[in-house]
């Protein structure tokens, strides 16, 4: 009895010292974190090979090698690992060799690394690749001039361009600069590839419409028939880009090659919203793609849409849904589908049967993407990221329903790291409808005392918090310095059903208000660690703006933060890059419904603005441009608030370099701290 007393001691003692050698989640941390990328399953279904990415705080950038692993989850062995960017790998079809990207071309390599082989040389460059069956075709992307039919054209082209001295710009249209670049006069184009006589063939030449499109696409918007003899893919047709979702899907015969045009191109949806990410199914009956319906709003459902290929007929597999559809794969005897979904603060993977319409959810917790099925038929691979843990490879057994951890690339630095996994609760919006908020409680969590709180909004507006590792708004890193976190998804988010989300467009800062309060008082009221006196706020894109409005209509928090955010709606929208976007949410432009971008504009509210305010916008971001932050923070500092400026002239919407990441932190943190009130 008493050796037994003392072995239950020395494992509470034991046990007592790993908890203590644990610690909080850091900056450091978050760089240190290696990202798994894109994937592949072997043929023979026993391999995985993937990407890897690491990045260094001293270097203030990463590179991205390549990884081969075992589909037990065994055998984790490096396949390309040198300072060069080697991404985006497949298996060939005979399963001996792994095809990459390297220098923007295609290469080709032995399974131990050996016996490199470059495939293309094609010189505006190769992104994006899909390989055939035969491995003797393959589909790209590549930037060109519309007009150039070959690569001399292109590479002349770019020579006189370097040649003029002039640094001038000259436009004649709008979506004359997309997200964070110019546009300029190239486009994306979709190339095929020959490789038994070495001849490119431009399958969208002469077009001015970019293969994928540039917004509002999805990872897979191009893609061969199983016979090889025909590519279904997705663009937009519209002149007028800036004021259009109508992306396409068409198909087009490629049994003799040669460059094509338009003509020859078969438009298959019939949607005048977002049509994308058609799949053929393996036996080669079918098409499966993703389609809106109302013209001009990119958050509308995305229902799946299914296409027989010698009827030509159009089935709606979702009508009856509420919830919209994610990524798409095919079973390999093509009677049904799997899909991912935004459903409530998760991204859960549901199986659709073709004929019935059942649907069947199969993998319902944490964030899942890039699903695959394995060459049997009988797994399913997936990425799957939670609030603890990055992005790692998983398997999920259709036979018998278990799930299986494949990579485990963070294991030892997750294992010195103290986390607690996300809670969530419900409270009453607008209209009593339901709203459901993320709680996250700080590392080394004590009942008995109190904690400062971040409320944090997300963007979109059409977007949602969810169960993930963020490498940017890290839930875990913001919990990390003591605080609890709220993070709701009020009236716009996805994963709520379609009127959830459709409840916010005219109504910015209306129904989405009170939902936010609400879940603030409610969380106030009814958590007892919260320390009522230390409440502080934050959000980006539009939580950014939400974060204005709550400037201008609240006293609640002790200090805000407004990453990249909206201040006044009018001149937002003759500055931004995608008009559908305000005019869809306003009803229109500023000169057809003013009213409604004064009635929910922040800066008409500039009277009431009191709360101190730190902002952090990038010179770079053409989606909700710098003159935004350069208003709002003209503004505090006429009306006397105490506000700071944090400016990024090489960021774009978001914080992507290390260095600037780790001053984004410990500018955030310090500007929280500095705001405290003690005792």
Not at 407 to 423: C, D, G, K, S, Y
Request: hydrophobic fraction near 35%.
């Amino acid at each position: 009895m008493k050796r037994i007393i003392v072995i239950l001691s020395l494992l509470i003692i034991a046990i007592n010292i790993q908890a203590q050698t644990k610690r909080a989640l850091t900056v450091e941390d978050l760089w240190a974190m290696k990202r798994v990328g894109s994937y592949d399953v072997s043929p023979d279904g026993k391999t995985i090979v993937f990407e890897l990415t690491k990045y260094s705080l001293d270097k203030n950038k990463g590179d991205t090698d390549i990884y081969l692993v075992n589909t037990g989850g065994t055998n984790l062995r490096a396949l390309k690992n040198s300072d060069k960017a080697e991404t985006e790998p497949h298996f060939s079809s005979d399963g001996k060799s792994v095809y990459y990207l390297v220098g923007k071309q295609l290469w080709k390599c032995n399974l131990n690394g050996t016996n490199d082989k470059r495939i293309t040389n094609f010189y505006p460059g190769v992104s994006g690749y899909e390989l055939n069956k035969k491995n003797d075709r393959v589909l790209f992307v590549a930037q060109v001039y519309p007009e150039c039919l070959n690569q001399k054209c292109n590479a002349e082209k770019d020579s006189a361009k370097k040649q003029i001295k002039s640094s001038g710009k000259i436009f004649t249209g709008l979506m004359y600069r997309h997200w964070n670049r110019w546009r300029g006069e190239k486009r994306s184009h979709l190339f095929l590839f020959d490789m038994k006589t070495n001849k490119y063939f431009d399958l969208t030449s002469k077009s001015t419409s970019d293969v994928p499109p540039i917004d509002l696409g999805s990872a897979n918007d191009y893609s061969f028939s199983p016979g090889g003899n025909e590519v279904a893919f997705t663009l937009n047709p519209d002149k007028k880009l800036a004021l259009s979702t109508n992306n396409e899907v068409y198909t087009l015969d490629i049994s003799a090659l040669s460059n094509k045009t338009k003509n020859d191109w078969k438009k298959i949806s019939v949607s005048k919203g977002n049509d994308n990410q058609p799949v053929y199914s393996p036996d080669g009956k079918y098409i499966v793609f993703r389609s809106m319906k109302r013209a001009g709003f990119e958050s509308d459902k995305s229902d799946l849409i299914l296409y027989d290929r010698k009827t030509g007929r159009l089935k709606n597999l979702t009508e009856d849904w509420n919830l919209s559809v994610g990524e798409i794969v095919w079973s390999k005897d093509s009677k049904s589908v799997f899909v991912t979904t935004p459903f409530q603060v998760y991204n859960v993977v549901v199986k659709i049967d073709i004929d019935s319409g059942k649907r069947t959810k199969l993998i319902t917790k944490h964030v899942n993407s890039a699903i695959q099925i394995s060459p049997g038929g009988n797994v399913l691979f997936f990425k799957q990221q939670r609030s603890t843990q990055p992005y790692e490879i998983f398997s999920y057994n259709l036979n018998n329903n278990q799930i299986l951890q494949i990579t485990h690339v963070n294991r030892a630095r997750l294992a010195n790291v103290e986390m607690n996994e996300i809670e969530t609760f419900w409270t009453k919006g607008a209209n009593n409808t339901p709203v459901q908020s993320i709680l996250v409680k700080p590392p080394f969590f004590d009942s008995n005392k109190k904690y400062p709180m971040i409320f944090l909004i997300h963007g979109g507006p059409q977007g949602h918090w969810t169960d993930d590792f963020h490498y940017r708004w890290n839930l875990q890193l913001f919990a990390s310095k003591g605080y609890v976190i709220v993070a709701p998804n009020p009236r716009g988010s996805v994963g709520y059903g379609q009127k959830f989300t459709d409840e916010i467009s005219r109504d910015w800062g209306g129904k989405v208000y009170t939902d936010l309060m609400n879940s603030y008082d409610y969380a106030l009221n009814n958590f007892k660690f919260i320390d009522k006196k230390n409440t502080f706020a934050a959000g980006a894109s539009y939580g950014g703006y939400m974060i204005n409005w709550i400037e201008g209509h609240t006293n609640r928090f002790n200090a805000l933060v407004c990453h990249d955010g909206v201040f006044d709606l009018e001149s937002m929208y003759g500055s931004t890059e995608e008009l559908w976007f305000p005019e869809w949410e306003f009803g229109g432009p500023p000169w057809v419904n003013r009213d409604i971008y004064r009635k929910w504009s922040p800066h008409m509210f500039v009277p009431n603005f009191k709360t101190p305010m730190l902002i952090v916008h990038g010179a770079h971001d053409f989606r909700v441009p710098e003159t935004q932050a350069m208003e709002l923070f003209t503004s505090l500092q006429r009306m006397n608030v105490e506000s700071k400026f944090l400016y990024f002239p090489d960021e774009t919407h978001f914080v992507t370099k290390p260095q600037n990441s780790k001053l984004w932190w410990n500018t955030i943190f310090k500007w929280f701290d500095d705001h405290k009130k003690e005792d």
